[in-house]
C-alpha cells in the first residue's frame, strides 16, 4: 500500500540549533514528494517538493530536504531553528487514483522550537 | 500564491443544521480538494474534483457533499450536521502547471453542539 509516515509526533529544539523531521514513504514508482507547515488556525503552506534531480531540495523560510532512494525517507532540515519555525509539519508524497493523482500526508509532526 | 478562500472560518452551528461551507478561487484550476482534518491531526481527503461537473468521494467516508457547478466554486455541505461533524475543513487547488502540490485555504473551522 502506498503511505507516508512520520514517526516523530513531536520534535523540540533549542533556538539557533539544527533541526530535522523525518518522513519515510512507500509508493511504487518514482515518489514525487512534499512538505507543508501548518500554523495555528490556518491551512497549509507549501515549503517544498522533490520529483527528480538533485537530492537536496531548498525551499522557503530556510528549509531543505533530503532525499534518499535507498531508506526512503524525505527528511525536512533546517540548519538553524527559530522559534517561528514552531507549528506542525506535513509530509505528502503523490499517489495515482482512479481519477488522476492525489495526495496522501502523513500525520504531521509538532516542532516546538524553545528560545 | 493559492488564492483561495474559505467562509466562513470558524461556525458553531446546533445539531441537525443544514450548512455550506464555501470554497472559491480565483485562478480557475480544474481540480480542486477537500479535507478533514481533526486538531493537530492529519489530514483526509474527502472529497475531490477535476472540474466542472466532476466530483469524486475521497478516501476517507464522509456524510458532506459537494458540487462543481462552477470552476471558481466548490462548496461542500452538511444537510444534517452533529456532533461527530467537528472538525476543521481544508479546501485546496491544484495549478495545471506544477508538480502535484496543492494550495490551501485558510481553512474553515467547524463545531456542532
Known amino acids: 500500500a502506498q503511505s507516508v509516515a512520520q514517526p516523530e509526533d513531536q520534535v523540540n529544539v533549542a533556538e539557533g540549533n539544527p533541526l530535522t523531521v523525518k518522513c519515510t514513504y512507500s509508493?511504487?514508482?518514482?515518489?514525487?514528494l512534499f512538505w507543508y507547515v501548518q500554523y495555528p488556525n490556518r491551512g497549509l503552506q507549501f515549503l517544498l517538493k522533490y520529483i527528480t534531480g538533485d537530492n537536496l531540495v531548498k525551499g522557503s523560510y530556510g528549509f531543505e530536504a533530503e532525499f534518499n532512494k535507498s531508506q526512503t525517507s524525505f527528511h525536512l532540515k533546517k540548519p538553524s531553528a527559530l522559534v517561528s519555525d514552531s507549528a506542525l509539519y506535513f509530509c505528502?508524497?503523490?499517489?495515482?487514483?482512479?481519477?488522476?493523482?492525489?495526495?496522501?500526508f502523513g500525520k504531521g509532526t509538532t516542532l516546538s522550537v524553545s528560545s | 500564491e493559492a488564492d483561495i478562500y474559505q467562509t466562513p472560518r470558524y461556525l458553531v452551528i446546533g445539531t441537525g443544521k443544514k450548512i455550506t461551507l464555501e470554497c472559491s478561487q480565483t485562478?480557475?484550476?480544474?481540480?480542486m480538494y477537500w479535507y478533514q482534518q481533526d486538531p493537530g491531526m492529519e489530514l483526509h481527503l474527502i472529497h475531490y474534483s477535476y472540474g466542472v461537473n466532476s466530483t469524486e468521494k475521497g478516501d476517507l467516508s464522509s456524510e458532506s457533499t459537494v458540487s462543481r457547478i462552477r470552476t471558481e466554486h466548490f462548496p461542500l455541505t452538511l444537510e444534517s450536521a452533529r456532533p461527530s461533524h467537528t472538525s476543521q475543513y481544508l479546501c485546496?487547488?491544484?495549478?495545471?502547471?506544477?508538480?502535484?502540490?496543492?494550495?490551501f485555504g485558510p481553512g474553515t473551522r467547524l463545531t456542532v453542539t
Open positions: 509508493v511504487s514508482g518514482n515518489p514525487y
Open positions: 505528502a508524497v503523490r499517489v495515482l487514483n482512479q481519477a488522476g493523482t492525489a495526495l496522501i
Open positions: 485546496a487547488n491544484h495549478p495545471e502547471r506544477g508538480d502535484n502540490e496543492q494550495y
Open positions: 485562478m480557475g484550476h480544474d481540480k
